[in-house]
Nanobody, 127 residues
Framework: EVHLVESGGGLVQAGGSLRLSCATS????????IGWFRQAPGKEREGVSS????????TYADSVKGRFTISRDNAKKRVWLQLNNLKPEDTAVYYC????????????????????WGRGTQVTVSS
């Protein structure tokens, strides 16, 4: 069974940085994708970024390009999301999600692409 656990959220001032972690377990092969999503109160869930564990390809939402960076550590089975130059509008619960494939598959930050979800970590950016 696949499990995903997020950590690293917190309270930070605008312009600050955080590093979120998604610890993964249960994937049978190395061919899986991890996506990061966020949901603010009263708003729909938004895709932020994604990465292919197979080949490291990445995607980013326009709203975070140049500020957020996704990366992976295959040995530690973790995916990181570095959040820089944070803005109050980045305040949300951040979730990581995963899906396994039989071979390398292009990553996507569309939520329907994912089968497994973590419980989220809160990021709050004060102005």
């Amino acid at each position: 069974e696949v499990h995903l656990v997020e950590s690293g959220g917190g309270l930070v001032q605008a312009g600050g940085s955080l590093r979120l972690s998604c610890a993964t377990s249960g994937f049978i092969s190395d061919h899986y994708n991890i996506g990061w999503f966020r949901q603010a109160p009263g708003k729909e869930r938004e895709g932020v970024s994604s990465i292919s564990n197979s080949d490291g390809r990445t995607t980013y939402a326009d709203s975070v390009k140049g500020r957020f960076t996704i990366s992976r550590d295959n040995a530690k089975k973790r995916v990181w999301l570095q959040l820089n130059n944070l803005k109050p509008e980045d305040t949300a619960v951040y979730y990581c999600a995963g899906r396994e494939y039989g071979s390398p598959f292009p990553p996507s930050h569309e939520s329907y692409e994912y089968d497994y979800w973590g419980r989220g970590t809160q990021v709050t950016v004060s102005s």
